[in-house]
Structure formats: C-alpha cells, structure tokens
C-alpha cells in the first residue's frame, strides 16, 4: 500500500511565478489535510477538503492560494505570483473518514523554494 | 484559541538513557486528542503516540510513554532506552474531540542522542 505521494519533493520558483504542489492520498482515502511548514515552526493548518468539496479553508491565505481535490486525480495547492515569504514546506495528509478515531497519514512534504 | 506550547527547542540524550519532552497547551474544551509526532531529516511525519483526553490511564507505546496531566494541560513523551534512530525533530499536537483532523502543532523539539 502506498502511503501519501507528494510531488514533487522539492520545487523552486521565482518571484511572480505559480507554484503547484501535487497530493495522492492513500489509497482509498477520501480527506486531505494541507499544512505549511515556515523554517523553525511547527505544521500550521491550511485547508480540509473530501473529494469536490472545500470543508475548512480558515487557515489559508485569502489571497494566492487555492486547493482543489477533484472526483478523480491528486489534490492540487496551487499558489498564484508566489512571493518569498511562501517559501516553506507544504504538508499533505490523507484519512479515510472524517471521525475523531481516524489516523492522519501524512506525506514527506514539498519543499518551496522562491528565489 | 487553542495554543500548544513547546518549550525546549533542543534536548540531547545518551543512548539508552531516558530523556522527557514537554509540551503544555491551553484550551476550553473538555473533550480533545493530544498526540506527538517524529518528524526525521526525511520529513516525513510519523505519529509516535496519542491520547484521548477522556482517558486518565496514559498511553504508552513501546518505549514510549506520555505523562499527561489534564488540569494542568500538560502532555510530556517519555523516551525509554533512547536509540539513534530517535534523533529527529518532535512536535506535541491538538486536535479537537469530534471535529477534523485539523491538528494544531507546538514549535517542536529537536532530540539529538549522542552513542
């Protein structure tokens, strides 16, 4: 079974360009988790979505950033005219169900790098 | 706001000795989930324990173990027989009783163990 595929692991962009950051979730699994990472943090929460539905946005930036998880294929963050402060690893994780007993299985990250 | 708080952003141990991380967190609620998560140079996290707040007995796996005091909303992991392989960056989590899996996560701790 694989776990959470995240892609690409590292990716770099300038200034003004668009950034997309790619999430298969396990296998089976219907919720994904977006979290951002900042050097010497912890995971901060983005957004919650099921499969063609946004649940929680409350933790992404009103601006620039949107998530998408459609009926068939990854979930996509997509990051508009990044700027260098969205340099920061971008965390995925996938569950099965949306109830208190499910486990949380998180990917190994993309790594945005804006120069 | 719930807040978790992590405030040792580095410990050193000797292999097989025993070394406690600390992790407080502040909240209303009465019905919630803590857990800690490893996170190696890979990135990946990795859930190492989890407690529900309902439950007085504290949760141990393996060599791990928590101490979890409730009224004064602290939640430290116990590592037992401390291997290499535990070094890595360690980060306690909230997540509220009976809503998403959206966690809220300390700064971390970064655990070196020394051979």
């Known amino acids: 079974n694989a776990g959470v595929m995240q892609n690409p692991r590292h990716l770099v962009r300038r200034r003004g360009q668009e950034a997309r950051l790619r999430c298969s979730p396990v296998?089976?699994?219907?919720?994904v988790y977006w979290y951002r990472q900042l050097p010497e943090e912890g995971l901060k929460f983005m957004v919650y979505?099921?499969?063609?539905?946004?649940?929680?946005e409350s933790g992404m930036p009103k601006e620039r950033f949107s998530a998408e998880f459609p009926k068939e294929g990854p979930s996509i963050l997509r990051i508009q005219q990044v700027v260098r402060g969205d340099s920061a690893a971008y965390f995925c994780?996938?569950?099965?169900?949306?109830?208190?007993?499910?486990?949380?299985?998180f990917g190994s990250g993309t790594q945005l790098s804006v120069l | 706001a719930q807040t978790v708080t992590q405030s040792q952003p580095e410990m050193s141990v000797q292999e097989a000795e025993t070394v406690t991380l600390s992790c407080t967190y502040d909240?209303?609620?009465?019905?919630?989930?803590l857990f800690w998560y490893k996170q190696p140079p890979s990135r990946q996290m990795i859930l190492v324990i989890r407690?529900?707040?309902?439950?007085?007995q504290n949760a141990t796996e393996n060599r791990f173990s928590v101490n979890f005091q409730k009224a004064a909303k602290s939640f430290s992991l116990k590592i037992s027989d401390s291997q290499l392989g535990d070094a890595a960056m360690y980060f306690c989590?909230?997540?509220?009783?009976?809503?998403?899996?959206?966690?809220?996560f300390g700064t971390g701790t970064l655990l070196a163990v020394q051979p």
């Open positions: 994780a996938s569950s099965s169900k949306r109830t208190e007993n499910e486990k949380l299985f």
């Open positions: 296998k089976g699994h219907s919720h």
């Open positions: 979505l099921q499969k063609e539905n946004i649940i929680d």
């Open positions: 909240t209303s609620e009465s019905d919630y989930y």
């Open positions: 407690q529900e707040a309902y439950k007085q």
């Open positions: 989590a909230y997540r509220y009783g009976g809503a998403t899996n959206k966690l809220i």
